[in-house]
């Protein structure tokens, strides 16, 4: 029977890992993977790793010298991984879908806390205070949103805007065919929308594309939904747009420097990160730690998946999900037909 070594594991990993992947034997490991935690590994056959695990050339070349060749992501994003070092040596698949009904989902969910100042009325209520001031919110009916990535949740997100009689801008790099989106460029999209919602990739592109500038050029009370990747956004600069009131509130499911305290418990600790500190202590932010996957069905999903990648490399088929650098191109290539 396959061993694999499953990193960064919590109960909910676990418990759905052990449910549909019966035919492996599973070494489950709380640590983040990376080049000091990866001899873990030892005695397995694959890997299984998940959004902040530090897939670096060393991981990686230590993992190839264990023997192992497979590295099973969890999740669907895959910029913690150096597939130039990965190429010829390790396999990477992830899973590109497993619910985008569950981030969309949460991103709605963020962005109605914010503005109706949910989280605020909650701590209230426990206190028996019943007074509303400083609770006023807008409507969202008739509001236009400006989405950036209308891949799979981002064009769910848009089907949930639109049955709230929201008026939706898009920008993508790749538009959608066959849609009646409205797609305009990014300065439109900044300068009209009361709402601007995250739903692109990580890339060397969209680094910090709400940079300074970018909410130089949004409307004064803008709100803001990131449930993609934190570093789409120049954490100082939102700061600055929420201190001068650009921003009038944000929704956050992710955070640019995440990686050290997301999934973890740090509540005993104290916490190094001025910015994540000021973040938090916002009464107009409403931050939730990289959760927009969590339900039952993405869970389901992504277990079921990543069993089926493993069944795949194992039986030495072509892997479906596989996720290579071209070396012809230099670009970061998902579906890879390469086999070995
Ligand atoms: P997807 O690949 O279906 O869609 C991404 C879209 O972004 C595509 O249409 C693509 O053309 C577009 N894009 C690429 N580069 C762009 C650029 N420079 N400018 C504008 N658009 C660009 O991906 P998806 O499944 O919709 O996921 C979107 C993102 O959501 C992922 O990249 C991931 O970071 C994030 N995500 C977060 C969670 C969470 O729990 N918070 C879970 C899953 C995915």
Not at 77 to 88: E, H, I, L, M, T
Not at 194 to 213: A, Y
């Amino acid at each position: 029977m396959n061993k694999i070594a499953v990193f960064d594991t919590k109960p909910y990993d676990k418990e759905w890992l052990e449910k549909l992947g019966t035919n492996y034997k599973f070494k489950f490991i709380e640590s983040k993977l990376n080049n000091e935690t990866v001899g873990l590994a030892k005695g397995c056959q694959g890997v299984c790793a998940f959004v902040n695990d530090e897939i670096c050339k060393e991981t990686i070349d230590q993992l190839y010298d264990l023997g192992i060749n497979i590295i099973a992501m969890r999740c669907a994003g895959y910029s913690n991984v150096d597939f130039k070092s990965a190429f010829g040596k390790v396999h990477v698949v992830r899973v590109p879908v497993y619910s985008p009904h569950a981030v969309a989902e949460h991103a709605m969910a963020l962005l109605l806390a914010v503005n109706r100042k949910i989280h605020k009325a909650y701590n209230r209520t426990r206190d028996f205070n019943f007074s509303l001031s400083g609770l006023t919110g807008m409507d969202l009916y008739g509001k236009t949103i400006g989405i950036i990535g209308t891949g799979k949740i981002g064009q769910t997100f848009i089907q949930i805007c639109l049955g709230f009689g929201m008026r939706v801008l898009a920008y993508d790099l790749y538009p959608a065919k066959n849609t009646d989106l409205e797609y305009v460029d990014l300065d439109t999209l900044f300068k009209e929308s009361d709402i601007i919602s995250l739903h692109c990739p990580l890339t060397d592109q969209t680094k910090h594309i709400l940079s300074k500038d970018a909410f130089s050029k949004m409307k004064k009370g803008v709100y803001i939904v990131n449930t993609s990747r934190g570093a789409l956004i120049e954490t100082e600069a939102l700061l600055e747009a929420l201190n001068d009131g650009t921003v009038a509130g944000a929704g956050l499911d992710v955070y640019e420097e995440e990686a050290d305290y997301f999934f973890e418990d740090m509540s005993g600790a104290i916490v190094k990160d001025d910015m994540l500190s000021l973040l938090v202590s916002k009464p107009n932010v409403l931050l939730t730690s990289h959760q927009a996957f969590l339900t039952n069905e993405a869970l389901e999903n992504i277990a079921k998946v990543t069993i089926d990648n493993f069944d795949e490399y194992f039986a030495g088929e072509c892997l479906t999900n596989e996720v290579c650098y071209h070396c012809q191109s230099g670009k970061v290539i998902e579906n890879c037909a390469r086999k070995e």
